[in-house]
């Protein structure tokens, strides 16, 4: 197994950085404001008390998946600004509470469990970093979204612990997990179409 994606030096390894993070940014912000404008409103006429704190088709869960399989940890800086740009954009009530610590934790834990859960795996032999010659391995990368998600629900769980009835602990962590890997591939799905509209064109 190989370990995180290339190593650079030098003006061209930064230049790649801010390419590769800006990549990262933008669509997360995108798919954030897609799932907060579109999947949202729909949630909440059906699942209301959860909607809150979960959603069931999370979009910038799969943009945490691809990207640390490509970039590994380096996309985590990137993730988490994402994250925050968007509570900033998306959410009306983040201008006046963006620095309270729950959210400050909320997006660590995000950002952190794709790269832990990937870690783990590849550890354990069973996942390995995107490589140039090496095409997508999808029930890798499904395996590490199912275990991100568990990781990632986990944390939002507790975090949010003090903030939430102990009856809605369970369906916030379930719709938490639900979501995670629908979004993962709501994401992939696009990624293959777009992958194939380049290639038609």
């Known amino acids: 197994m ?4 290339g190593k650079t030096s030098g003006g061209s390894g930064l230049g790649r950085f801010a390419a590769m993070s800006g990549i990262v940014f933008v669509t997360y912000v995108l798919c954030h404001g897609l799932t907060a404008l579109l999947v949202t409103p729909l949630q909440h006429r059906i699942v209301s008390e959860v909607t809150v704190f979960a959603s069931l088709a999370y979009l910038p869960h799969g943009v945490r998946v691809m990207a640390v399989w490509i970039w590994g940890w380096r996309a985590v800086p990137a993730l988490m600004l994402g994250a925050y740009a968007s509570e900033l954009l998306f959410t009306p009530e983040a201008a006046s509470s963006i620095t309270e610590p729950v959210l400050f934790f909320s997006i660590l834990v995000g950002a952190l469990s794709a790269l832990l859960g990937f870690e783990a795996l590849r550890i354990a032999g069973l996942v390995d970093y995107a490589g140039r010659d090496t095409p997508p391995r999808w029930p890798q990368i499904f395996l590490v979204g199912l275990v991100t998600s568990v990781l990632n629900s986990l944390g939002q769980s507790f975090v949010f612990s003090g ?16 979501g995670d890997v629908i979004g993962l591939c709501l994401v992939v799905l696009g990624m293959v179409l777009i992958r194939r509209a380049l290639r038609a064109g």
């Open 2 to 5: 190989s370990p995180a994606p």
């Open 163 to 178: 903030q939430m009835a102990p009856e809605h602990w369970a369906p916030v962590m379930a719709v938490y997990a639900l």
